[in-house]
């Protein structure tokens, strides 16, 4: 345990060293807790059948910090009392029955008086985190435990400790609080401590410390053995423990004059359409280099507190779009006082907000790289889905993008979306939902967009993106292979269909060949009318919609 105390202060001295500089925290400062609560103990007194119960403890320190690093005096009573668990009834010494016996159980008082560092993380203002070490002395006293029963005008001692009078041992405390202040001087703390009393010895009287009779029970009796009488003689050199929860006030007092605070407000939001944009990453540049950052509230605006004032850039970043930058000048800044600025998007864009999801589902894939056309420009970029399967891009006004996604052994649709007609003095975000599916063995994906046509096979212009995507697949798995099925609605004669559906097989192999890929890992079949998704065979009335249904194209890793 004092190994694991050593350790934890540790880590904290250099956590909070590398990152707590705040408002009145900085400033040298006293604050006075006053607290109570209930206390957990553990006396290692190794005396059978005696125990001890939680109790009241009551404390008050004073503590002088520099900023983040302070110096404390913890003053502490803690209130226990013991616990017999020796039985107390049908007690008898052979056939005979004991009397009722008498239980003493004295309170035992612990006084602790400590001094050590502390540690704080400041929240805000109004929050913080402190961690105390604290090295000291205790006094002990109390705590005689007797259950006396007697045969006659014998009385026998069933089970006793002698208890302490122990006027100072080394002691060590930990502890963790929470403080939230409701003014700038009154605030709540709450908090857990855990304390150990090194090397306590017990009392000794008249030759002994502590005992016990034994006893066993039987039929509902307790028969006890004063033969066998369990005595220790010995002062025992132990440690007592005691974990502990506690509440209550504390009073700060800052002790020199507040520094001057220089406040910045920054709200983000489109110029265009004046919708204000949470969740924008802002960031303070001085010299190339970020001082400062923070986060938009659902308001739109990130409050930058207690800052150095400087020539500042000022940059945002709403997920992985950045928007148009602004600057502050340093006589901007006001002693005490706040400037606002604002940071808005490209009015000249529109902003899409892409989700990728696996197929039929509501699961979302991280990590996929998602392809993006421009139509219009031919130009492509790639993006991450992040954890929660999201992506996010800017958009050309009057563009068209085609789209889809690349992970592992994942097929994605190609999905497009389109800022054309649509009035960017209205819409900022353009919505996207992109599916894929694993492509696990023998299991048949539907190609969208392989369009043929009437009664002919050669790859058209628009079925080329489609063909592209799978191009891709088997490129980024070259070990697998593939069938390539083609099928027919159920109009025309089955021999035809046969046919048809297979020379459209085979053009599709033939351009995915032509790509690059090997013939070997690809085969076409032709399935014409052979299997239908709905019942729309021979001489069945459909819709139109309902036999393009039918007429597809399909794709499954062929099994080994």
């Known amino acids: 345990m004092r190994k694991s105390l050593l350790l934890l202060s540790l880590i904290f001295v250099q956590y909070f060293n590398s990152q707590f500089r705040n408002s009145l925290y900085d400033e040298n400062q006293i ?34 910090y520099f900023n ?5 005096i913890d003053a502490d009573y803690l209130s226990n009392k013991p616990k017999n668990s020796y039985p107390t009834e049908n007690l008898y010494l052979g056939a005979a029955k004991l009397s009722n016996p008498t239980l003493t159980e004295n309170n035992i008082q612990r006084y602790f008086f400590g001094i050590g560092p502390n540690f704080r993380w400041v929240i805000n203002d109004d929050m913080g985190v402190t961690f105390k070490l604290k090295g000291g002395i205790s006094n002990i006293k109390g705590g005689e435990t007797s259950l006396i029963s007697a045969n006659g005008a014998t009385n026998y001692n069933l089970n006793f400790h002698n208890g302490y009078d122990v006027k100072s041992v080394f002691s060590g405390k930990g502890e963790v609080e929470f403080n939230w202040f409701f003014s700038e001087n009154i605030g709540l703390n709450v908090g857990g ?13 008249n030759g002994n410390a502590a005992g016990y009779i034994p006893f066993t029970s039987n039929d509902n009796q307790n028969l006890i053995s004063p033969a066998n009488a369990e005595i220790r003689t010995s002062v025992l050199d132990h440690e007592i423990h005691s974990v502990g929860v506690f509440a209550g006030l504390t009073f700060r007092f800052p002790i020199k004059e507040a520094k001057p605070e220089y406040n910045l407000n920054v709200v983000a939001k489109d110029k265009e359409t004046g919708l204000v944009l949470p969740d924008t990453f802002i960031e303070l540049y001085k010299d190339g280099k970020r001082n400062y950052l923070a986060r938009t509230n659902a308001q739109g605006v990130a409050f930058f507190k207690n800052i ?53 589902s509501k699961n979302p894939l991280r990590d996929v790289t998602v392809v993006i056309r421009n139509n219009e420009t031919e130009i492509v970029q790639e993006i991450k889905t992040n954890i929660e399967g999201k992506f996010y891009f800017k958009a050309d006004k009057n563009s068209t993008y085609n789209i889809y996604g690349k992970k592992g052994n994942y097929f994605s649709q190609t999905e497009t979306v389109t800022s054309k007609n649509v009035d960017r003095s209205n819409t900022l975000f353009l919505n996207l939902q992109v599916c894929m599916e694993e492509t696990s063995c023998g299991k048949p994906i539907n190609l969208k967009n392989i369009h043929y046509d009437l009664d002919k096979f050669f790859i058209r212009k628009d079925a080329e993106a489609e063909l592209n995507k799978m191009f891709q697949f ?9 069938e390539l099925a083609s099928h027919t609605d159920s109009r025309a004669s089955d021999d035809y269909n046969k046919t048809l559906s297979q020379n459209r097989a085979n053009a599709a192999v033939e351009y995915l060949v032509s790509k690059g890929i090997d013939k070997a890992r690809l085969k076409p079949i032709g399935y014409g009318e052979s299997q239908l998704l709905n019942k729309c065979s021979n001489d069945v009335d459909c819709t139109e919609e309902q036999h393009q249904t039918n007429r597809r194209t399909e794709m499954k890793v062929i099994c080994h």
């Open 193 to 205: 401590y855990y304390l150990q009393h090194f090397k306590t010895n017990d009392i000794v009287t």
């Open 474 to 482: 088997m490129k980024d798995n070259p070990n697998v292979k593939v």
């Open 308 to 360: 150095k004032p400087e020539n500042y850039e000022i940059r945002g970043k709403l997920n992985t779009i950045e928007l148009n930058s602004t600057k502050t000048n340093k006589s901007e800044f006001v002693k005490n006082s706040t400037i606002r600025k604002e940071i808005s998007t490209d009015s000249d864009k529109f902003y899409v907000k892409g989700q990728v999801n696996i197929c039929n």
């Open 31 to 64: 604050n006075v807790s006053l607290r109570g609560g209930l206390d957990f103990p553990s006396y290692d007194n190794q005396t059978k059948y005696i125990d001890y119960k939680p109790n009241l403890n009551l404390g008050i320190s004073a503590d002088y």
């Open 68 to 72: 983040w690093i302070g110096l404390g």
